[in-house]
């Protein structure tokens, strides 16, 4: 079994900016291609970035391009997403999690309860 736990979510306005961070098991942290995905009120699950094990490689979901971040501390077994120029429409609980295939969110193998993040006025 793998423990995710998912912290730093909160409300903000829109054009604010947050990083959740999400706190990794131990001992094999540093092998596991990690995502971040989330799930909007009343939608499905959406893949949001992904980061290789090392971190070297990263890849984001179009809508996020230019906002957001995704990196890695390994020797803290901990993930991060910086999210800046936030819009109402990335109100969601986020989660991170291990897929089974790249860039789908409802591949999860493991994920953690999630962090919910609220954009308003």
């Known amino acids: 079994q793998v423990q995710l736990v998912e912290s730093g979510g909160g409300l903000v306005q829109p054009g604010g900016s947050l990083t959740p961070s999400c706190a990794g098991p131990g001992s094999t942290f540093s092998t596991l291609r990690m995502d971040w995905v989330r799930q909007a009120p009343g939608k499905g699950l959406e893949w949001v970035p992904e980061?290789?094990?090392?971190?070297?490689?990263?890849d984001y979901a179009d809508f996020v391009k230019g906002r957001f971040t995704i990196s890695r501390d390994n020797a803290k077994n901990i993930l991060y997403l910086q999210m800046n120029n936030l819009k109402p429409e990335d109100t969601a609980d986020y989660y991170c999690?291990?897929?089974?295939?790249?860039?789908?969110?409802?591949?999860?193998?493991?994920r953690g309860r999630g962090t919910q993040v609220t954009i308003s006025s």
């Open positions: 999690a291990i897929l089974g295939q790249r860039r789908d969110a409802d591949s999860w193998s493991f």
């Open positions: 980061i290789s094990g090392s971190g070297g490689t990263t």
